[in-house]
């Protein structure tokens, strides 16, 4: 049974701003799935970025819109990954913004 999870990301960087950050980012979101990812695929559609990661043996489909004043995250957990539902969300709240939206820029 798949379980869905969705997560808003409020910021105050304006649409562009944080696709742009979104995109820089998105490389990171291996280093923070526990038990690391095989494999994430990204492609964006107008302002939606849709991933595919696959970890733990398991295929997860992500789809991130980038709104003017928050990132909606859309997730769903396939079988037994959704036992984790609650520490991904909890993970998405707490630390998601600073994952994908901080900038590396160098001024």
Do not use: Y
């Amino acid at each position: 049974m798949q379980r869905p999870i969705d997560v808003d990301l409020p910021h105050n960087l304006g649409q562009a701003e944080a696709k742009r950050r979104l995109g820089d980012n998105i490389h990171k979101l291996k280093d923070h799935i526990p038990g690391g990812a095989s494999h994430v695929a990204s492609s964006w559609t107008g302002d939606t970025l849709n991933l595919k990661v696959e970890a733990m043996g398991q295929s997860v489909d992500a789809r991130i819109e980038v709104e003017e004043t928050k990132v909606r995250c859309h997730i769903v957990l396939p079988g037994m990954l959704g036992f984790f539902a609650g520490p991904i969300e909890a993970m998405l709240k707490s630390k998601g913004s600073t994952i994908l939206l901080e900038d590396k820029r160098k001024d």
